[in-house]
């Protein structure tokens, strides 16, 4: 096996990526179907509810009023992410799991929230948290999987590479969370 992982590693990292982006967009279709007309359906009170709602910005609904142009450019973004995030994927050494795993996650939710909005013009929010008076902006699952990705990146950039010694660049580093 190559020092980039199989063929078949690859794949079934693929797959994971696939299944994410699945239960994003069975549990938006079911939010659309369900949640669209209807009343809020509390989970938890104070805490929890699944409420439908329409993004048509980014993170936080910035950048909402960008109307068709702002529609086309977010998605172009997102495309071009996408195809990063995969190139990245598909690169990085077998033994550097974690990456893999967060390029995953990464992906699943730029393809979820890009699916959206290229077909409907917005995203479609679902998930609304709450804390006392605080109120944390409606999110989906393509939310919750691109937080996760950046996180767990964000988590082997700090803690888990280990330090490299000058001219090393075999993939033999542990930085793997087996």
């Avoid at 529609?71 to 990456?99: D, E, G, M, N």
């Avoid at 999987?145 to 767990?152: F, K, M, W, Y």
């Amino acid at each position: 096996m190559s020092e980039h992982g199989g063929l078949l590693s690859k794949l079934i990292y693929f797959c994971v990526s696939i299944g994410l982006f699945a239960l994003d967009l069975g549990t938006k279709i079911w939010a659309r179907e369900i949640l669209r007309f209807g009343e809020s359906i509390t989970i938890i009170p104070r805490y929890l509810s699944f409420t439908y709602a329409e993004n048509t910005g980014v993170a936080f609904s910035q950048l909402s009023g960008g109307g068709e142009t702002g529609r086309w450019a977010l998605s172009a973004i997102a495309a071009v992410a996408a195809v990063l995030v995969i190139y990245f994927l598909w690169r990085t050494p077998a033994s550097l799991r974690l990456q893999r795993i967060a390029y995953n996650f990464l992906l699943a939710g730029i393809l979820g929230n890009l699916i959206n909005r290229a077909a409907f013009g917005f995203v479609i929010d679902w998930i609304d948290v709450q804390f006392g008076a605080w109120h944390y902006p409606t999110f989906n699952f393509a939310d919750i999987a691109i937080c996760t990705g950046a996180g767990l990146l964000i988590l082997d950039l700090m803690f888990v590479g280990k330090t490299k010694e000058p001219g090393k660049t075999s993939g033999s580093d542990v930085r793997s969370i087996d």
